[in-house]
């Protein structure tokens, strides 16, 4: 290999990240043109095209594909590199690259953000918040956030919170034109606040567990159809309509607390309430986990059990 590829071979797995130039150039601190003109020098060079332009995407070959899976963890070995001198002077250094969903960034992430980028101000946070289950490796995450999902092959998960309850909730408002709801098939006749998935595009199915079992964990679990008016990919939006009385809202109980002790929501439905395992932080499987990432870990558990223990705090 020449070793003056190097530049264009970090180019050209951005690229493929982030599937732009124009994000990618953003990134590197250069001009789309320029950044477009490295990626044909190197295609040039290897006598093959890596990536199909159009005027609205950019997607790699099959051979950029294959490439790219072999560059990959070359350049990951020279990041870790790099990283590793700077964890030998006790500072954690480096791009965090962090996928989750909105609603884990409100709950986990962003209330404690400024307290982490005071304790490690060498640490760049990039959040992208994303409601599928993304493959961390080939879209260049160090980490994901998610609820209970079934992990891919090599990671592994790290528990950052305790059980979540869900909570069926709507205003005063509108339980003055609704009688509130007793089961879950009285949701039949109510405005039913829907969230639309932004990946895979399908309506959420409202979960609930059977009534009457005394509350254990093997109460039956069973989903109900949504209707209403109002649909959105947006859980603070939809915390919004809910409480100008638009409909019920069905979400984590933790999102709405402070709308729930001072009455602009009332909940209903509480005896169905589903009770699961809560957010897990997973990552690939590795020998060592770097520094960065090891210490965005440690501080997010440790937010938590001050959360749910106030004794330590």
Known sequence: MDPTQLPALVAFASVARHGSFTRAAAEGGVSASALSQTIRALEAQLNVRLFNR????????EAGGQ???????????LEAAYESLDETRGEPTGTLRVNLPRIASDLLVMPHLAEFAQRYPRVVVELTLDDGLTDLIAEGFDAGIRLGERLARD?????????????????????????????????????????????????????FAESGAGGGTSRRVFEVEPNGSFVTNDLRTMVTAAEQGVGLLHVIEDFIRPQLADGRLVRVLDDWALTFDGFSLYMPS??????????????????VRLRRDPVHG
């Not at 590795?286 to 937010?303: A, G, H, I, N």
């Open 54 to 61: 159009t005027t609205r995407r950019v997607a790699l070959t």
């Open 67 to 77: 490439f790219l899976e072999r560059v990959r963890p070359a350049l990951s070995m």
């Open 155 to 207: 990671m592994v998960a790290v528990p950052l919170s305790g059980p979540l309850r869900i909570a069926v909730a709507g205003s005063l408002a509108y339980f003055s034109r609704y009688p509130k709801p007793k089961t879950p098939d009285d949701l039949i006749r109510h405005d039913c606040l829907r969230y639309r998935f932004s990946t895979s595009r399908g309506i959420y199915r409202w979960e």
């Open 286 to 303: 590795r020998t060592q986990m770097p520094s960065k990432l090891r210490v965005f870990v440690d501080f997010l558990k440790e937010k």
